[in-house]
């Protein structure tokens, strides 16, 4: 059977009902939220065949602009799943030079041939509505106008009380996941603490057309008659800071001054509570063209100290909120890709001891790590005095040297994540690369083995020794044998989230090789079919 066959075999497994039933139990995992989180675990989960409900409070999809766009390694995870290029067409702005907001400095790729961080520009509604999209085919049921007002569990069910449009009922699942935002009624339920900081200052942030009476000069710089030229970037006063970006004929406007005023998030921005924001900070008005994006905001530092609690478990806004832009979206979507094939591992009864909780173990960490480089974000930026001007000319300065520079950029976007996991090789825990695969004179990438959810075991040496011991875990994973131009490792052992769990080094003894293989199989992917 050709490679192409064994991948078609899997695909067709994965959509198969799982078959396995608990008394009681309506759906395999509830989801709270129709968001971008909870959408993508939707798919996620329906790929492996589990059965996934999303519950929504919200009777319909909402339009008020909020994230403005995807960044960092959840770009790699959605060319992965082949969701990358239905995100691409629908995006609003393509891909903008990969130069990024850092504390008010500026993070400057754009020298690199091949920079660690990079963004594509497209609206959450579009974001929300390739997801639905997506879900809906593979078979998720999205019920929106459904609120959660009430969540129980026991040993082995969870039940979710809701208030529907037609009166109240129950749906019992064997897991839930609270993908229901930085308020997460799902949170507080659980019992779960989050603690952190909520910062004072309030965030406007726009886009607009560039009306007719303002010039973009070369350098960026906007020219306005009959008032000062506002500089490209950041110019701080002592009302606040306004950011100023111009691309495309779009104005990338913010606004930030200090608050106390709380926002209900679902209380949209208008241009004249721009427009007077944007008077106070920079003391003249700025002509304003129309609008493609009005959000507002205030920061959160905060992380929940547990992403599970029984069979509730967090994800996205829910389980972390960061002091900055760019990192909430590709933060709590990875999320997603971590836990939804450890709870089909569960569902499915194959998951061994331990499993969903290195859900909490490998994402609170990769979470702590946003919060490190948001952070670092909140000291530069709300510095007011020439000590902190000059710290922000420093950091701008060891920025412009390129391994700072990359270093950054891994950081900023998440491209440096590496799991903890058993194992001295280098590659274990990291995202696997995406090599060219010469399979039985077919040429392929390790992203099209990855557009579903199964572990692979990808053979680049010819070990036959090592395709064996694989065989016990057959039904579970599929076994690659290919060639590829300057192999990393003599082979790879891929998670479904695309992480590496084991690697074998260049011609590495079968007698140290062999047990470690089987050890990860075994730690991952549970007993042997014959067990």
Known sequence: MSWRSQSCLAQAGSMIETGRTTMGVETDVIIVGAGPTGLMLAGELRLTGVRALVLERHPQPRETPKASGLGGRI?????????????EAVADGGYPPPRFPFGGVHLDLTALADPPMRALSIAQHAIERVLAESADELGARIRRGHEVIGVSQDDSTVTAHVRGPDGEYRVTAR??????????????????D???????????????????EVTVLANGDLEIPGTATV?????????????????????????????????????????????????RVLG????????????????????????????????????HLFPATGTALNCGLTDTVNLAWKLAAAVQGWAPEGLLDTYHTERHAAGARARLQTRAQVALRRGGDPAADALRT???ELLSDEPAARRMGALVGGTDIH?????????????????????????TGVAELMHTPHPVLLDLSGREDLREIAEGWRNRVDIITAKTDNPPADALLIRPDAHIAWAADFDEPTDTAAPALREALSTWFGETMSS
């Open 419 to 443: 799991y903890p996991m058993p194992g001295t090789h280098p590659l274990t825990g990291t995202f696997a690369p995406d090599l060219t695969l010469h399979i039985e004179g077919d040429v």
């Open 394 to 396: 420093v950091f701008a």
């Open 175 to 192: 897991y839930l996941v609270g993908c229901d935002g930085g308020r997460s009624p799902i949170r507080a339920m659980a019992g779960i």
């Open 231 to 279: 500089r490209s970037g950041f110019t701080r006063t002592e009302h606040g800071m306004f950011a100023v970006a111009a691309h495309n004929g779009i104005l990338y406007l913010q606004s930030t001054e200090d608050e106390p005023a709380d926002y209900d998030p679902d209380d949209p921005l208008t241009i004249p509570e721009l427009r007077d924001s944007i008077r």
């Open 75 to 87: 770009l790699d995870v959605l060319r992965y799943r082949g969701l990358l290029e239905r995100m």
């Open 194 to 212: 989050f603690p952190g900081t909520t910062f004072s200052e309030v965030n406007r942030l726009a886009q607009v057309t560039v009306p007719d």
């Open 284 to 319: 003249h008005d700025l002509p304003l063209g129309e609008p493609t994006r009005l959000s507002r905001y205030v920061f959160q530092d905060r992380q929940a100290e547990h992403y599970r609690a029984g069979r509730v478990f967090l994800a996205g806004d829910a389980a």
